[in-house]
T-cell receptor, first 113, second 116 residues
Framework: DAKTTQPPSMDCAEGRAANLPCNHS???????VYWYRQIHSQGPQYIIH???NNETNEMASLIITEDRKSSTLILPHATLRDTAVYYC??????????????FGGGTRLMVKP | EADIYQTPRYLVIGTGKKITLECSQT?????MYWYQQDPGMELHLIHY???????EKGDLSSESTVSRIRTEHFPLTLESARPSHTSQYLC???????????????FGSGTRLTVV
């Protein structure tokens, strides 16, 4: 699986957009970009994932560069409850395989009033 | 409403005791996983399963064992608990999505184990 690089921490003002970057310069053509977050010591929560195209759901938007070497997770209107550690993970999906996720250090996002 | 359940939520137990951490999911997912996480540290995969009767060890060596007799159930057992086993244990499951990739992992709330 491709290695990812994320800033260890970021701050964001409440109500503003939070843009979390992730570099994955060694990504392969069949690897997806996944984003998860972990609030305090709860189980991680799936946010969004994509392969090539930008994706949007009720939680966030995922912007993947054309060369796929980096991506940005966008929380359009951050709230205090979005304070969490955000993980960017890159891996392929293979049928009949384990498809395990490897979590790195992530970005600790602090949303401030 | 949780679709993956872990019990107990908290457990304090003495050294040498045998314990089983329960994990059940109601989504019919074939793939299930156990992660271990110390406070403020990264998650590490310790076990996973492709489906019934399939179990594999993860990246982090663990003295625990798992079984997968039913699709919905993936218990983790420690035969003889030690203080070094004190940690949070998180269970997850996933399923493929039509068109590629998966729907993402669904994690349980975790079991926080303390061995004294």
């Amino acid at each position: 699986d491709a290695k990812t690089t994320q800033p260890p921490s970021m701050d964001c003002a409440e109500g503003r957009a939070a843009n979390l970057p992730c570099n994955h310069s060694t990504i392969s053509g069949n690897e997806y970009v996944y984003w998860y977050r972990q609030i305090h010591s709860q189980g991680p929560q799936y946010i969004i994932h994509g392969l090539k195209n930008n994706e949007t759901n009720e939680m966030a938007s995922l912007i993947i560069t054309e060369d796929r070497k980096s991506s940005t997770l966008i929380l359009p209107h951050a709230t205090l409850r979005d304070t969490a550690v955000y993980y960017c993970i890159v891996r392929a999906w293979v049928n009949n395989a384990g498809n395990m996720l490897t979590f790195g250090g992530g970005t600790r996002l602090m949303v401030k009033p | 409403e949780a679709d993956i359940y872990q019990t107990p939520r908290y457990l304090v137990i003495g050294t040498g005791k045998k314990i089983t951490l329960e994990c059940s999911q109601t989504m019919g997912h074939d793939k299930m996983y156990w992660y271990q996480q110390d406070p403020g540290m990264e998650l590490h995969l310790i076990h996973y399963s492709y489906g019934v009767n399939s179990t594999e060890k993860g990246d982090l060596s663990s003295e625990s064992t798992v079984s997968r007799i039913r699709t919905e159930h993936f218990p983790l057992t420690l035969e003889s608990a030690r203080p070094s086993h004190t940690s949070q244990y998180l269970c997850a499951s996933s399923a493929p999505r039509p068109g590629g990739g998966d729907y993402g992992y669904t994690f349980g709330s975790g079991t926080r184990l303390t061995v004294v």
